[in-house]
């Protein structure tokens, strides 16, 4: 595209200078000159200095519009950089904001909106509501090629369902990225089964348990995850075997029920995340 716009250019400015010179000179009668005139002697020494002077100043007009051109690009550079850093600062400052479907403000806020309000609270751009739109926007990149402050979304079943937007990628080509979830943080419990909340504390509590099953040479893995699950149940039996610790959802940590459509999500991300660490396709 740039190459088509210079020779455009190039033509345009061919084209005035060519109307110049047909304006600036017109026919004249021809001037008889007298053999016998007698012509001063050419001084190529002065005709050799003043070709040397028009190719220094050539140089040095070209040399200047080489750092003019340098100048821009960098300046160009910086401003997109500043861009990039405001949109990450303004989306750390969400860090912690509950998760709510469908909401839109820091009291609970969902993946698109979280991605929304970042853009047009530091560029001024005003993004569609729903990831599926958003990401019909812009140019689309592959994995390998997105840089911190890239939108990367995530699809199952072909549908795009979340997004995200790139914090950084390490030099190992693990992105990493802010998002709207839950704001709970799911670790590993040393010799105990499962993902848990606080972990080393003393009210840690188990939102997901792990099984696994050897039969006849073939294993079987298993999990579930607490979301409006009551647990009055628990109350009956030892989870897993562990005692002394207390199990929880999503309902209790975050103090609302899950709609239908809130839990068919929580299945989305499930899904979204085993595909990412694992490096496998689900069916």
């Given amino acids: 595209m740039k190459k088509r ?4 250019l190039v033509a345009i400015i061919s084209i005035f200078s060519l109307q110049s010179c047909v304006t600036n000179y017109v026919v004249s009668t021809p001037t008889k000159y007298k053999s016998s005139t007698k012509l001063d002697k050419i001084n190529t020494r002065n005709l050799n200095s003043a070709s040397k002077s028009s190719y220094d100043s050539y140089n040095a007009t070209f040399e200047m519009a080489k750092k003019s051109e340098m100048a821009a ?3 160009g550079a910086i401003s997109h950089a500043k861009t990039i850093d405001d ?7 969400y860090l912690g904001t509950p998760y709510r479907f469908g909401g839109s403000t820091r009291s609970g806020i969902d993946c698109s909106a979280f991605v929304l309000n970042v853009y047009e609270e ?9 990831a599926a739109e958003q990401a019909e926007l812009g140019e689309r990149v592959e994995r390998q090629q997105l840089q911190k402050g890239d939108l990367v979304f995530f699809a199952h079943s072909r549908r795009i369902s979340h997004v995200g937007i790139v914090q950084e990628v390490t030099p190992e080509g693990e992105i990493k990225f802010i998002h709207a979830e839950y ?3 799911g670790e590993r419990s040393a010799g105990e089964t499962g993902v848990w909340l606080d972990v080393g504390k003393p009210y840690a509590r188990k939102i997901c348990a ?14 579930a995850i607490n979301v409006n699950t009551d647990l009055r149940y628990f109350e009956y039996i030892i ?5 002394d610790k207390a199990v929880t959802s999503l309902k209790r940590e975050l103090e609302r029920e899950f709609t239908p459509a809130e839990v068919e999500e929580v299945k989305e ?4 995340h085993f595909q990412d660490v694992f490096e496998a396709e689900l069916f």
């Fill in 122 to 130: 530091t560029t001024g751009l005003e993004l569609p509501r729903v």
């Fill in 73 to 75: 690009l960098i300046t």
């Fill in 269 to 272: 991300k499930i899904k979204k």
């Fill in 5 to 8: 716009v210079l020779l455009s």
């Fill in 210 to 223: 792990l099984g696994v099953k050897t039969s006849k040479w073939v294993t079987m893995h298993g999990f």
């Fill in 87 to 93: 949109i990450l600062s303004e989306a750390n400052t």
């Fill in 239 to 243: 989870p897993c075997g562990i005692k």
């Fill in 183 to 185: 704001g709970l943080k």
